[in-house]
Protein backbone atom coordinates (compact mmCIF):
# COMPACT_ATOMS: atom_id res chain seq x y z
CA UNK A 1 0.00 0.00 0.00
CA UNK A 2 1.48 3.49 -0.96
CA UNK A 3 1.23 6.39 1.61
CA UNK A 4 0.00 9.95 1.16
CA UNK A 5 3.32 11.41 1.04
CA UNK A 6 4.62 8.25 -1.36
CA UNK A 7 2.21 9.60 -3.55
CA UNK A 8 2.83 13.33 -3.26
CA UNK A 9 6.55 12.60 -3.71
CA UNK A 10 5.85 11.06 -6.93
CA UNK A 11 3.04 13.15 -8.07
CA UNK A 12 3.78 14.74 -12.00
CA UNK A 13 1.22 16.62 -12.68
CA UNK A 14 -0.77 16.14 -15.98
CA UNK A 15 0.06 18.91 -18.62
CA UNK A 16 0.13 19.24 -22.34
CA UNK A 17 3.23 21.04 -24.31
CA UNK A 18 3.24 22.64 -27.61
CA UNK A 19 4.42 21.14 -31.03
CA UNK A 20 6.67 23.90 -31.22
CA UNK A 21 8.18 22.64 -28.20
CA UNK A 22 9.75 19.69 -30.68
CA UNK A 23 12.45 19.88 -32.55
CA UNK A 24 11.26 18.09 -35.70
CA UNK A 25 7.93 16.50 -36.12
CA UNK A 26 7.08 13.68 -38.34
CA UNK A 27 3.78 14.56 -40.46
CA UNK A 28 2.59 10.88 -40.80
CA UNK A 29 2.18 10.39 -36.67
CA UNK A 30 -1.23 10.30 -35.81
CA UNK A 31 -3.79 13.12 -34.69
CA UNK A 32 -6.50 12.63 -31.56
CA UNK A 33 -8.44 15.80 -30.45
CA UNK A 34 -9.44 16.37 -26.17
CA UNK A 35 -12.09 18.25 -25.13
CA UNK A 36 -11.07 20.55 -21.74
CA UNK A 37 -13.16 22.79 -19.60
CA UNK A 38 -12.35 26.48 -18.80
CA UNK A 39 -11.55 27.08 -15.58
CA UNK A 40 -13.46 30.32 -15.31
CA UNK A 41 -16.55 29.88 -17.67
CA UNK A 42 -16.92 26.04 -17.08
CA UNK A 43 -17.25 26.24 -21.10
CA UNK A 44 -15.64 22.95 -23.31
CA UNK A 45 -13.29 23.49 -26.09
CA UNK A 46 -11.56 20.96 -28.24
CA UNK A 47 -8.02 20.76 -28.85
CA UNK A 48 -5.46 18.62 -31.25
CA UNK A 49 -2.93 16.50 -29.77
CA UNK A 50 -0.24 14.12 -30.73
CA UNK A 51 1.92 11.85 -28.25
CA UNK A 52 5.21 11.48 -28.42
CA UNK A 53 7.28 9.38 -26.11
CA UNK A 54 4.04 9.17 -23.56
CA UNK A 55 4.37 13.38 -23.65
CA UNK A 56 0.87 15.36 -24.99
CA UNK A 57 1.59 18.60 -27.40
CA UNK A 58 -0.89 20.73 -28.29
CA UNK A 59 -1.25 21.14 -32.26
CA UNK A 60 -3.08 24.91 -32.68
CA UNK A 61 -4.63 24.87 -35.93
CA UNK A 62 -2.77 27.76 -37.52
CA UNK A 63 0.12 24.86 -37.71
CA UNK A 64 -1.77 22.60 -39.45
CA UNK A 65 -2.71 25.49 -42.34
CA UNK A 66 1.12 25.98 -42.16
CA UNK A 67 1.77 22.03 -42.74
CA UNK A 68 -0.81 22.37 -45.61
CA UNK A 69 0.55 24.85 -47.83
CA UNK A 70 3.76 22.82 -47.03
CA UNK A 71 2.47 19.55 -47.33
CA UNK A 72 0.90 20.72 -51.12
CA UNK A 73 4.21 22.08 -52.23
CA UNK A 74 6.51 19.73 -51.06
CA UNK A 75 4.63 16.29 -50.72
CA UNK A 76 7.50 14.77 -50.35
CA UNK A 77 8.31 16.04 -46.68
CA UNK A 78 8.30 13.83 -44.09
CA UNK A 79 9.09 15.97 -40.83
CA UNK A 80 8.76 19.73 -40.22
CA UNK A 81 9.76 21.88 -37.40
CA UNK A 82 7.21 24.61 -35.73
CA UNK A 83 8.76 27.76 -34.80
CA UNK A 84 6.79 29.67 -31.91
CA UNK A 85 6.52 33.15 -31.70
CA UNK A 86 4.61 35.43 -29.31
CA UNK A 87 2.63 34.77 -26.27
CA UNK A 88 -1.47 34.13 -25.35
CA UNK A 89 -3.58 35.62 -28.19
CA UNK A 90 -0.69 37.26 -30.18
CA UNK A 91 1.83 33.79 -30.43
CA UNK A 92 1.80 33.10 -34.42
CA UNK A 93 3.67 29.88 -35.41
CA UNK A 94 6.03 29.28 -38.52
CA UNK A 95 6.27 25.87 -39.72
CA UNK A 96 9.05 24.81 -41.93
CA UNK A 97 10.38 21.68 -43.60
CA UNK A 98 12.65 19.99 -41.37
CA UNK A 99 15.44 19.74 -43.45
CA UNK A 100 14.41 24.02 -44.05
CA UNK A 101 15.88 24.38 -40.79
CA UNK A 102 18.98 21.71 -40.82
CA UNK A 103 20.17 24.00 -44.23
CA UNK A 104 19.52 27.71 -42.60
CA UNK A 105 21.13 26.24 -39.22
CA UNK A 106 24.51 24.71 -41.33
CA UNK A 107 24.44 28.02 -43.99
CA UNK A 108 24.35 30.71 -41.24
CA UNK A 109 24.15 29.88 -37.73
CA UNK A 110 28.24 28.69 -37.67
Known sequence: MTTLK??????????TLNIADLEVVPVDIEITEETHK???????????????ND???RVPSS?????????QRLP??????????????????????????QWVKQTFWK
Open 6 to 15: ESALAYEPQQ
Open 38 to 52: KNDTGEEFTVKIIEI
Open 55 to 57: KKY
Open 63 to 71: VLEGMKVIL
Open 76 to 101: KTTHVTVIKNGQGMNTKYNVLPANTL
